[in-house]
């Protein structure tokens, strides 16, 4: 009868026995599980690999799309009480400086209005109407010069300080600030209205006054073509005589701070008096025509006749 038990002779029980054949499968399958191994830990650098690039575009996406999304920074505007210094020099050159002037460029001339009728006044007065912002050069450029002859008619107080916009040809340029001021003279009212800072943003409201004037006379034939009207600086000298526009280049200003300008307003060989100096001149003359002598064209020169 075949055994269908397990052999206890001995006392011990039957086992197969290991040949080489058993020996090498284990070897086999030790070079399988160490392979296995290194197929795992492959992959595992991949994914980490992969996981580190995946987070580096995440947040290079995300730098974008906040660079793209967020408000471009805005110019802060500036301004700031003009000092005493600056203020005594502009508000004191002396007339026999200014008659001694040769200005060193050519100045624009005011023109005369060429239509018949009252002189512009307030409060009984001769009116002087200026319209301009705080960032343009030219009316940087103008400011200067319209203080200096205005200050031989009265006083100011409040000036302020400022520059033309970083942005703007001419940038940066040292200029005073009417948007605060205070002019009295018991021969002329003057009306200032600032449009705007010099970051740009809108400051003062264009008065009705203002708008009726520039209506009139920022147009042809006061300016030089249809595209030019309603541009600043404007000035308007009583109904009487109108600049559109600045008398001088604002270049002659260029790098220098309100302290240095104002300093060579008494000199009349500086290049700066001669510009700002010789543009006040032209303005002067204008207001003594109109206080005057009113019935007489004035035919100096910075004056056109059109």
């Known amino acids: 009868m075949a055994n269908t038990r397990h052999d206890r002779a001995g006392g011990k029980s039957a086992r197969p026995r290991r040949g080489p054949q058993a020996k090498m499968g284990a070897r086999e399958r030790i070079a399988a599980e160490r392979a296995a191994r290194k197929r795992a830990e492959a992959r595992r ?35 700031s009480q003009a000092s005493s210094a600056v203020v005594r020099h502009v508000t004191t050159v002396p007339a026999a400086v200014l008659t001694r002037v040769s200005p060193g460029q050519e100045i624009t001339p005011l023109q ?4 018949s009728g009252p002189p512009l006044t307030i ?3 001769p009116a002087i109407v200026f319209v301009s912002e705080e960032s343009c050069p030219f009316c940087v450029a103008e400011r200067w010069s319209l203080t200096v002859a205005l200050s ?57 006054l203002d708008t009726r004037l520039i209506g009139a006379f920022d147009v042809p034939p006061y300016v030089n073509s249809a595209d030019q009207s309603g541009a600043v600086p404007f000035l308007d000298i009583a109904n009487r005589y109108i600049l559109a526009g ?10 220098l701070s309100a302290a240095q300008i104002a300093s060579q307003l008494s000199n009349p060989s500086s290049p700066v008096a001669q510009a700002i100096d010789g543009s ?4 002067i003359a204008a207001l003594d025509q109109v206080l005057h002598d009113k019935s007489t064209p004035l035919r100096a020169p910075g004056v056109s006749g059109g």
Do not use: C, M
């Open 112 to 115: 005369t209005v060429k239509t």
């Open 152 to 208: 031989h008619f009265g006083t100011w107080s409040h000036l302020g300080s400022t520059t033309s916009s970083a942005t703007d040809v001419y940038p940066s340029t040292a200029t005073l600030s009417f948007r605060t001021a205070v002019y009295h003279s018991t021969e002329l009212t003057l009306r200032t209205t600032e449009l705007a800072d010099n970051a740009g943003r809108p400051l003062q409201a264009q008065s009705p």
């Open 280 to 283: 006040a001149q032209v303005i």
């Open 123 to 125: 409060g009984g007065k």
């Open 45 to 79: 650098r991949l994914l980490v690999a992969g996981a580190a690039v995946t987070a580096v575009l995440a947040v290079l996406v995300a730098l974008v799309a906040v660079k793209l999304s967020a408000t471009p920074a805005r110019p802060v505007a500036s301004e």
């Open 246 to 255: 600045a008398q001088y280049n604002p270049q002659v200003l260029a790098g």
